[in-house]
């Protein structure tokens, strides 16, 4: 049991593959295209991804879109938040799956012209079985890795099978064992985060998405439109990148934040092709980190259907 045959089972393996449940979430969309175009798909089940971000860019933003982009598939999502509440969560996701902006959510308005196509949207995915599952301890430091393992395990057994796992903020998961209090004692702890948010993908046979903050990244840098953070932006931490099979990074100047847009840069896409720069379109006012439609008519390659 602790070797596979290449040629011999061969054979068993194509049954199998032809067998598969037709349902079954086999890659787990980001819902932006040019990343889902770079990995054919999206991410894979059994595998782990990475975004870093600086403070304040939109790395939250980032996994409500992911989020909803595998609940729209008919996937079950679960999002494990230690920074915010629980509310604001809930907010976000209520404006960026209903296209109502985040000042209307708050005070519960919605324009009586779009009543009843919130509505046909929200009965599709509750049909096609999507849903999404917010754990927000609201106390900082305050969850483990194991207890989020814990977690999914309930919600499959009342709930059936998830699809996507979202990490927010992998620094401030605390995990079981005894690391000393110094600079390797933190690194090897964020090296156990990252391999247990992998094994969860692994051992469920799920997409676990996290996401870091970028820190020490000055002004002058971000601000440059060429400029575009890489593995080396993660300082001393390098290490905690292994057990991710995807790896990219959000970069934003001041001016392109205005102008709502921004670029995605593809360090490591293991299997596939990376070091692409994919520009986009945002909307953040309506907590939507993608902008479908303005991004296709300016960075998308319509004709031969790829990005820019």
Not at 279 to 292: G, L, P, V
Request: aromatic share 12%; glycine share 8%; net charge positive.
């Amino acid at each position: 049991g602790l070797y596979a045959n290449v040629f011999l089972d061969f054979e068993s393996r194509q049954e199998k593959r032809k067998n598969k449940e037709p349902d079954h979430l086999e890659k787990i969309p980001f819902g932006i295209h040019a990343m889902d175009f770079d990995t054919q798909g999206g991410g894979k089940i059994g595998t782990s991804g990475l975004l870093l971000a600086r403070s304040g860019t939109g790395k939250t933003t980032f996994e409500v879109w992911c989020g909803i982009s595998c609940a729209k598939n008919g996937g079950k999502v679960v999002h494990f938040q230690i920074e915010g509440t629980s509310q604001e969560l809930q907010e976000m996701y209520d404006a960026s799956w209903s296209g109502i902006s985040l000042s209307n959510i708050f005070f519960g308005g919605i324009a009586k012209d779009k009543v009843m196509k919130i509505k046909n949207v929200n009965k599709d995915i509750i049909d096609k079985g999507g849903e999404i599952f917010i754990i927000a301890p609201e106390s900082f430091n305050s969850l483990s890795i194991e207890s989020c393992n814990d977690t999914i395990e309930e919600i499959e057994k009342i709930y059936g099978k998830v699809s996507l796992a979202i990490f927010d903020n992998i620094s401030s998961f605390t995990v079981k064992g005894k690391f000393s209090h110094s600079e390797q004692g933190e690194r090897n702890r964020r090296e156990a985060v990252a391999n247990k948010i992998t094994n969860i993908a692994v051992q469920k046979k799920l997409f676990s998405l996290a996401t870091e903050q970028a820190t020490d990244i000055k002004p002058h840098r971000f601000n440059d439109p060429e400029f575009v953070m890489t593995r080396s932006d993660i300082s001393e931490f390098k290490g905690m990148l292994r057990p991710f099979s995807y790896f990219f990074t959000w970069n934003q100047s001041q001016d392109e934040y205005e102008a709502n847009v921004g670029r995605i840069y593809n360090d490591k896409f293991r299997k596939f092709r990376s070091g692409q720069i994919r520009k986009i379109c945002t909307s953040f006012e309506n907590a939507r980190f993608y902008n479908s439609s303005k991004t296709l008519s300016t960075f998308w390659d319509s004709k031969n259907n790829r990005p820019l």
